[in-house]
Structures are given as structure tokens and as C-alpha cells.
């Protein structure tokens, strides 16, 4: 399975006074089971990006194959693929409207013409694989956290058994616990599931922590594209269009420039944990040598 993007531009308004060209000659590949992170300040075309992913939007110019099938072809089934290639956008506990939380993640297999019975398997298997504990699931949606809510809307995409989940910003608005819960719950669904999985974030170290590859959205184009140490070593052209890299590749940068023998190029706490304790154990390894050498 695989989503590639060739020569794809994308124009708002196109032929007014209002015309802005949103996306450009934007070449992509992208391979099954990948986690990736987007990242680019407001306005670069994250989210004018992924919603041509799912045919949500047409590009004026260019292709986009899944499968290998172009799905601008007129007989293509734009349907089915919303339904492989799940799209959950920001603030989504805002599209939540029955009155229990399992009746809202039937909703969208529903909508597929299955039966009754395999439509609620497929709600029963969603939601147990976002964590929500079974007491909840025949509450409203409405009183659940605002986290709660946001898994059970991943749960509502989920059901609809995508083959690629893309994620806008799933933790806008959220408290750090909250964060993290979500965080964990779609890396441990990538693992589980092998699912692709789109992250839009504008958290560097979310992304560094997650992720195993990042792409780098600027005025429409890609800018950067690669692995996170690839792309946050590039830290200075980050902040030169207004972005950043995670605040322990500045920590780790300072340690270096001021004589610690560190690896610069790490983008985690627990990389730069483990680089930090290696310095140190080598040197007291190098200071017991020493040691020994003087009392022979």
C-alpha cells in the first residue's frame, strides 16, 4: 500500500483577485505502516495537504494515487477510500452528536451499508482499542473530558477500519496528561495495527518523540523531508521559517559548545538521558584507569 502525491499544486480562488496558491508541486511517497509527522508554521498547507489525501479536496494540478490507482479517475470510489484513509480533524469531539458514545462510533459504518451486527463489532473493537473502559460507552459524549472526547472520536475513524489515519493537531487544547494519553493510545494503535499514520502537530517534541519521519511544510512546498534527526539537526533553517526544534536539541547544542563530548544530533529526553550518562560513565571509566595506573 502507498499514497504518492506527483507534481500536486493546489490553488484557493483560483482566476479572482483572490487567488493563493495553497500548494506546490508537492512530491510525496508515502509507504505502509510509516508513522509521519507534518509540522509548518499557520498558513504552510498542512491541512490543505491532508485533505487531498482522502479526496476531500481535488488538486487543480497533478496526481494522487492509492494503491496504485489514480483516484481522480472518474469512476474511482471516493467512499471507500474516506473509508481506508480516515481523516480525524482538529477539535473533532465537536462533530459528536448522538446521544451515547457507542451510537456515535457506529455512526460511520453505518453509513458503509453494513449490518447491524457487524457495525457494532466494529464500534465494540474501536473503542476498546482507545481505552475507553466499557462503563462509558452507553453515556453521552457530552459529558465526557475533553480528552475522552477526543479519543472517542478517533474511536468513530477507527470503526470505519482505515488502512491510513491521518491526525490534525489531536491534542489541541488538551492538558498535558490528556496529551500524552492520546499520544500513547495512536502509538500504541501504529504498533498493534501496523496502521499508516499521518501526524499534524505543531509540538516539536511530540513529533520527536513519535515519529520516524518528518515532513516540513513552507508556503505551500515541501521543505524538509526525512528522519527526525535529519530534520531537527537543521534547527537553524527551522527558525529561519519560524519553527523550532524540540527544546533538548538546544539543551544538548549549549552542552556541546561548551566542551561536553555529547552526541549533538538527538531529538529525545531519553536519547539525550542516555548520551549525557555515557559522557559521564566514560569518564569514570577514564578517571578508575587513571587511578590504578598511579597506585602501579
Known sequence: MSIILDKVNYIYSEGTAYESHALRNINLRIEDGEFIGIIGHTGSGKSTLIQHLNGLMQATSGGIYYNGRDIYEEDYNKKELRSKVGLVFQYPEHQLFESTIFEDVCFGPKNLGLSKKEVELRAFSALRSIGLPVEYWYQSPFELSGGQKRRVA????????????????????LDPKGRDEILAQVAAMHQELNMTILLVSHSMEDVANYVGRIIVMNQGSVM??????????????????????????????????????????????????????????????????GTKQEML
Open 224 to 289: 524538509m523531508d526525512g528522519t527526525p534527526r535529519e530534520v531537527f539537526g537543521r534547527y537553524q533553517e527551522l527558525e529561519a521559517v519560524g519553527l523550532a526544534a524540540p527544546q533538548v536539541t538546544y539543551l544538548i547544542h549549549e552542552l556541546k559548545k561548551n566542551g561536553i563530548p555529547i552526541e549533538a544530533e538527538v531529538t529525545t529526553l531519553e536519547e539525550a538521558k542516555a548520551s549525557i550518562l555515557q559522557v559521564f560513565e566514560g569518564r569514570g571509566k577514564n578517571q578508575k584507569q
Open 154 to 173: 478517533i474511536a468513530g475513524v477507527l470503526a470505519m477500519k482505515p488502512e491510513v489515519l491521518i491526525l490534525d493537531e489531536p491534542t489541541a487544547g
